[in-house]
């Protein structure tokens, strides 16, 4: 591993090594990535074999336990999947995005660090025992279905990979999982999503959650399997379906164990369930209670909100279709009861996706131009959280600057604190010409 940071003042520092040397063993095994290093780092005593120029240095380090050797190291190879899922939603995206979105990662260190999905249909047994042997928990899992034959046909698989076998042997091996099921209707739901529940539910000593999500069909599926959407109906019996195991679940283990996630409650109709419902919200991530999580948190952050603006201001907030019910019903009048405070809710579709993709997160700079340009957004546009991918860019790569640029307005996206909203709001100016009336914006000082 190619060494990229060496930490000032450190003990690598003070041992000599420099930024381009690479680590190749520590503690007498190869360093496969930064996990392994930080696996060993811990530890009072430990052995570095470097490669420094033209020769090897082996550094014998003895510390406390819990001093960093101050080291970081160049981002490693990311494992990609090997399914070929009928309901990929890689497979699903439109032409001319960056590369990265046509990546199907696969990468059970990635759901470690971060709460990736994999399938674990790749992992043998060595990849198995380093999750065990390192005390990678959590792991997310999707399962998708456990009856062989479903699997083979949603998934793609060559062979049977003997699922639940790997689940039974982290179980008894203490590592934590989250699982998911991804529903297609008329395929893995009914006796068949039953059959899943109920294999995963006997390791629920270490199955902490088991969330069920929609599948998700864009207008890009050109030579995909059909696939049937999730509509009112379907999900209000899912819902009705899934309850009564919850109410057993809950019983036996004291919590519901299979979680739907929340954009089955939204196309049904129904008030999205209290927090009790979600047992500490194990997969927010997934769409599971996190529109119960916002509007608590929301509730709790409205205490401390102005009650009044001493300048009038007008904010434009833009969400996508499915989130757009809650936000006009409980977030909306609350915001607008600050007085001097003008609240617009701007419903966006997806023109990237295409309509049936009705999520916040998916909605695209052009998406928000298109919806948006030419209307007064007012002071402040809002954007949902999780918009931006980590480079700070939206998912057809326009930055906030060029969109603040086409919508002549300032762009705030949406980080959880409402105090920065008004903050913000407090920062500028927005003032006109009165030749032409078109906008200025002096931004935020």
């Given amino acids: 591993m190619k060494i990229t940071l060496v930490d000032r003042n450190s003990i690598a520092e003070e041992l000599g090594i420099q930024v381009g040397d690479e680590l190749l063993e520590i503690n007498g095994t190869r360093a496969r990535d930064a996990i392994d290093y930080r696996f060993h780092e811990s530890n009072e005593q430990i052995s570095l074999k470097i490669a420094h120029q033209r020769e090897v240095v082996i550094y014998d380090i003895e510390k406390d336990e819990d001093d960093r050797v101050g080291l970081d190291f160049e ?91 790997k689940i039974r042997l982290l179980h008894d091996n203490g590592i934590d999982m989250h699982t998911q099921v991804v529903l297609c209707p008329g395929l893995n739901d009914g006796h068949v999503l039953s059959k899943t529940v109920s294999d995963l539910y006997k390791f629920n000593r270490r199955i902490i959650s088991l969330a069920i999500v929609p599948v998700g069909l864009t207008d890009h599926r050109f030579g995909l399997s059909e696939l049937k959407k999730v509509d009112r109906t379907y999900a209000c019996n899912l819902l009705e379906a899934v309850k009564g195991s919850q109410e057993r679940f809950r019983v036996e283990i004291g919590r519901a164990f299979v979680y739907p996630s929340d954009e089955f409650h939204i196309l049904a109709g129904n008030t999205i369930p209290p927090s009790a419902y979600y047992d500490g919200f194990p997969q927010t991530e997934n769409g599971v209670g996190i529109v119960r999580s916002f509007i608590e948190d929301f509730e709790k952050q409205s205490l401390r909100l102005p009650t009044r603006l ?49 999520v916040a997160g998916l909605l695209s700079g052009k998406c928000l131009c298109s919806a948006l340009k030419g209307k007064d957004c007012g002071d402040l546009l809002l954007l949902p959280p999780d918009i931006l991918n980590s480079d700070g860019v939206f998912l057809d790569d326009m930055s906030v600057a060029q969109l603040e640029e086409l919508l002549e307005v300032p762009v705030l996206v949406f980080d959880g604190r409402w105090s920065n909203v008004f903050e913000y709001l407090k920062k500028f100016i927005r003032r006109y010409h009165t030749e032409d009336l078109l906008p200025v914006v002096e931004r935020p000082y």
């Fill in 310 to 358: 001493t300048t009038k201001k007008r904010m434009t907030m833009a969400t996508a279709e499915l989130p757009s019910e809650f936000m006009r019903s409980t977030i909306l009048p609350r915001l607008q009861s600050v007085e001097g405070l003008d609240v617009i809710l701007e419903v966006v579709p997806n023109i990237l996706y295409g309509r049936s993709v009705t």
């Fill in 75 to 165: 981002d490693m190879k990311i494992l990609s999947c090997g399914n070929d899922c009928i309901f990929c939603f890689v497979d699903q995206n439109p032409q001319g995005l960056r590369k990265e979105l046509y990546f199907r990662d696969g990468d059970y260190r990635l759901s470690f660090m971060y709460g990736n999905y994999t399938t674990l249909t790749n992992a043998g047994p060595a990849i198995l025992n380093r999750i065990i042997t390192q005390r990678l928990s959590p792991q997310y899992i999707s399962v998708h279905a456990t009856d062989y034959e479903i699997r083979r046909h949603l998934m793609g698989l060559r062979k049977d990979d003997h699922i639940l076998e």
